[in-house]
């Protein structure tokens, strides 16, 4: 088959034609195209027909792919292939060595993206984590009852959970422990893609020393679009140094945050965190559990990925 005639720029400046072909939230980083945010577009017949889309921090060694999309009357010609080929070169020439997309067992379109993946040379996708939609009421229910959170909540005051404001020895310690193998998918306060919620990410501190951190956004996630009106938080983050794993630590910091969101947005608002099975194991066995009998919505996440090398297919 010949191939259709496209190109395939790299977006930058005022991008907001091609905000159509992803998520709205995504759509949003093209105007302007964000620093951190790879955006190439897709233009057949001088107009916008797809858009791949994702993001490169400096400093980290992986790139994110968040969407692709190719308009429906141009699908199945080749054009998200050779997209997904543009997106990955942009994502090496900015200084990435590899790339990493994730999304739900459930996503429309998932079929597509994996053998557009698989043609692409990306690894077979394997489960990664899970992550639980539930209201925040019935989680508060939960885990309060358990007697590590009730012990915690009983301890003196060696551990706290404070307002995320950072000094420069905390900035210090968050550096200490993502420069760490072992944190290796964490991004920590300064370089998430999304605006942090305040009220409901914390530092989390023993004897007023940083130990690690919960960070929250506000959503409007398309795994809750029939819910869309109702607040919804998403856990992006939670990171305790390992010498406090195992305490009750972690657990206690997302009841606090928990119960601030349940006090103010009410029990039936949303609250959306993944667990990792590469670091976090336990958790993901914990959450299966515990809160799996009482969330809305406990999905398996997929991941897939690439090296990426001057001779990425
Ligand atoms: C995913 C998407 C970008 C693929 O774009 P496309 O231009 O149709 O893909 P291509 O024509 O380059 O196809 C690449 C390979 O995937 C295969 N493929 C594409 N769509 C497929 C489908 N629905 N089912 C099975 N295989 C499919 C093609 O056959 C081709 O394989 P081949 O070269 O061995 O024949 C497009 O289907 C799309 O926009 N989907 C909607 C958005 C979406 O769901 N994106 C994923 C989540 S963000």
Known sequence: MTQPRASFPVLKGHAGLFSSFTFGRIGRWLEPVRDDVIAVGVIAGARPVGLAVGTFSPGRTQAELLSIAVAPPV????????????????????????????????MTGRTALEAVLARGGWTRPRASGVVVIGRVGKMVDEVGGWPSVAGRLA???????????????DIEAVERYLSDPEAADMLGPFRQAEPLALDFSIAIRRHGQLVGWLLATETRHPLIEASSDVPAIRYLEAYLDPAYRQS???????????????ARFGRDSIAIYY?????????????????????????????????LSVFCP
Not at 76 to 83: F, M, P
């Open 155 to 169: 301890m003196p005051r060696s551990c706290s959970f404070e307002p995320l404001e950072l000094s420069a020895a």
């Open 248 to 262: 009750g630590i972690m657990v206690g910091a997302y009841y606090h945050c928990y119960s601030r969101q349940m």
């Open 75 to 106: 699908r199945r010609q080749g054009l998200g292939r050779r997209l997904l080929k543009a997106w990955q070169t942009e994502a090496l020439e900015r200084g990435a060595a590899e790339c990493r997309a994730s999304y739900n067992e459930s």
């Open 275 to 307: 667990t990792s099975h590469d670091s976090r194991p336990r958790m993901v066995a914990l959450t299966l559990r515990r809160f799996a009998p009482v969330a809305e919505r406990v999905e398996t996440i997929l991941c897939a990925g690439s090296r």
